[in-house]
């Protein structure tokens, strides 16, 4: 992949190889990331309230591309809705994931969020900061990029949504001698995985993957097979070492999705 930097910043131009993509679809196109990325920054937050299945598709796109997923949970200073967000992640800290508590905008915030875990993290690296609209993605880009200026925008209560303030990819340098970078990108709707096999997607599941070599047959789909492996640990809640159910179902519909005969 290619980025044609300028003074500050750069805009992605071109990817030239299929396996390095990092891809989404939306219902209307394609839309590639890429670069030398050494992590992705999958920013959810306590509002608007983030949907688990666009997660989880982030997260397989991550990991089908060897690129380190992050998950950061944004707006703690709301209280309730965050505490709420956070549990509903439990699943994902069993994964093994990172995962931050973040309160990005400083106006917003009761108590002055400590930056330096979230800098400590970034620290030279090429960051790709991923999420649906409204969770504070280019919040998080004008608190480390001074004179970055990006426009933000309030969330619409009326529809749980931001207002997809962003529409364009762009790369900011964090420091002077550009050795961290951030990339800023357009909230996300839908996060299509067309280009991931069904069959592989058990491994691109960190809460599946260890349990797939237990199952009867080597071409096993998790759905339906005797002696599979994964099933009979699919419980509600997943707990240590189990599949809490709202995965499963994830699962189940991504295979779905995937083994269509016809798309279009
Ligand atoms: N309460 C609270 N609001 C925040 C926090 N961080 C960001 N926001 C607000 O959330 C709204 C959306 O922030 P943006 O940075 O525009 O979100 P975005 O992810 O870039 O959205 P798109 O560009 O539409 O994809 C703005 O009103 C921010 O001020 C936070 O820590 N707490
Ligand atoms: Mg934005
Ligand atoms: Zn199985």
Redesign the pocket.
Known sequence: MLWLPSTDEGTIEKVQERRNLFYRQDEIRTKSFAANLDQVLI?I???PEFSESQLSRALIAAEAEHITPVIAL?????GEPFERAWAKLAPYRRMGYTMLP????P???THP?DASPLRDLLSGKTTL?L????????????LLVPGAL??????SQALNS??????STTLYWVDDTRATALI?????QEFGLNHIDAMQLAAYMPDFKPHVAQCKFYNCTHLHEPGCGVIPLVTAAGGPGGISAARYRIYKDLFAELTQEARY
Do not use: Y
């Open positions: 920013l937050a306590a509002e944004n707006k703690s200073d709301l973040l309160a990005l905008n106006k917003a915030a969020m900061v999420g649906p609209s409204g969770a504070g993605k280019s919040t998080l880009i004008n990006v426009l933000t925008n309030e969330i931001g207002k997809h303030t962003t529409t800023d990108s357009p909230g996300f």
